[in-house]
């Protein structure tokens, strides 16, 4: 296999273990900076994804004209859903229910009853319609909301800053001025519905002295529906209305956050960066001090190249055992954890892709910062080194 005869395997495990304190300092350093490298990979693909499943191909929504990204300041007619039914036949309707949502969605001050400081939630007037049209909602516990209460994405409590059990089923949050009793936790399959309130549209008016709406959601059962959504919506000058489909409006999301990421994955170069420089530190401190053994093990025969791959050997088998210490910590802790961010929560994703970014970040470590070393000690004749202190 080799055009050189290397060393035993069995050397550069040795090797490590003459030194434990070194190794061992050495491991802690490879399994923090694989560790932080998940960290940030995990934020990214949580990110993504979040965005990714919260966006239904058959699903419009209407917003007043001009509103874009910023839904929260769309504003439009209380009659609109009557409007868009009377006049659209392509939308999907079941039991004698028409699958148009009417929503009043925005940010708000919201506070517990352990924590009577305010903290930013995110609030969504919805009825009966929302379900059909939102298919991602699942309730885990407790009853739709009634007058008066509210149902609690599972995520809402990170968004909010604040315990799982203050948000526990049968408490009161203060919204808008009112005491709003907790009936419910729903789910939807990581969306950024679940970082957000939900209450009766009609009572998050009433509470808001409001009679309009932010945005309808619209399921059409033909492809066709949502051109004639579009255009009915651009004959409609009058009710100055804009139609975007609900793939597109996550789409630009994704394309605002793209900056976030891409910081990120700078984030995860620099954490890579410095990775490697650690292990160039540690192995030019192991290699300096062997100077006459690697020399010695030149006269007996083996080449520079079979010494080189022995260092690099150590370098690797310490780099790949912190990965493997950083996905055993890192598993248990990162994965499905909840991060707030300015959309809402989502939680972080330790999938596929962040583990194998994680294992070839550790063996990108352990092979960059094993070869200059090697380098630099073999570079010396070898009668000088077996004089070396």
């Known amino acids: 296999m080799f055009w050189f005869r290397p060393l035993p395997w069995s050397y550069g495990v040795r090797n490590l273990l003459r030194r ?57 007619a209380g009659q609109g859903p009557g409007i868009l039914s009377a006049n659209l036949s392509r939308i999907e309707m079941r039991y004698r229910q028409k699958f148009v949502s009417p929503e009043l969605y925005l940010g708000t001050e919201i506070t517990t009853e352990s924590n009577k400081e305010p903290a930013l939630g995110l609030l969504r007037g919805v009825s009966l319609a ?21 149902i609690v994405g599972r995520l809402a409590s990170a968004k909010l800053g604040r315990e799982p059990a203050e948000v526990a089923i049968g408490r009161s949050l203060r ?98 960066g410095a990775g490697i420089f650690a292990g160039l530190n540690t192995m030019y401190g192991a290699v300096v001090g062997r100077v006459r053994e690697l020399a010695m093990l030149q006269t007996l025969g083996f080449s520079r190249r079979a010494i080189a791959l ?15 210490l950083a996905v055993a910590v890192a598993v248990p802790i990162l994965d499905g954890a909840a991060m707030r961010f300015t959309m809402g929560a989502f939680m972080l994703r330790l999938d596929g892709v962040s583990v194998f970014v994680g294992l070839i970040t550790g063996l990108a470590i352990g092979v960059l910062g094993s070869l200059p070393p090697a380098w630099q000690a073999l570079r010396m004749p070898v009668v000088d080194a077996l004089k070396a202190i």
Not at 313 to 321: P, R, V
């Open 310 to 324: 022995s260092i690099i050997q150590e370098g690797m088998l310490l780099a790949t055992t912190g990965a493997l």
């Open 20 to 76: 434990p304190v070194r190794t061992t300092l050495t491991l802690f350093g490879l399994t923090t900076v694989v560790f932080l490298v998940f960290l940030v990979v995990a934020f990214i693909r949580g990110l993504e994804t979040s965005l990714a499943v919260s966006g239904d191909p058959r699903v419009m929504l209407v917003h007043s004209l001009g509103a874009g990204e910023n839904i929260e300041n769309s504003t439009i």
């Open 130 to 150: 929302t379900p059909l049209v939102r298919q991602q909602f699942q309730m885990i516990a407790g009853n739709w909301p009634a007058a008066g209460e509210v």
């Open 175 to 272: 919204i808008e001025g009112r005491s709003w009793k907790v009936s419910g936790h729903f789910a939807a399959a990581g969306a950024v519905f679940e970082s957000e309130i939900w209450c009766l549209v009609e009572d998050l008016q009433q509470a808001m002295k409001r009679q309009d709406l932010s945005l309808m959601a619209v399921t059409v059962n033909d492809p066709k529906g949502l051109a004639d959504v579009n255009e009915f919506c651009k004959e409609r000058v009058d009710l100055e209305w804009e139609a975007t489909p609900e793939l597109k409006y996550y789409a630009a999301l994704q394309t605002y956050y793209g900056p976030v990421r891409s910081v990120a994955w700078v984030i995860v170069v620099l954490v890579t």
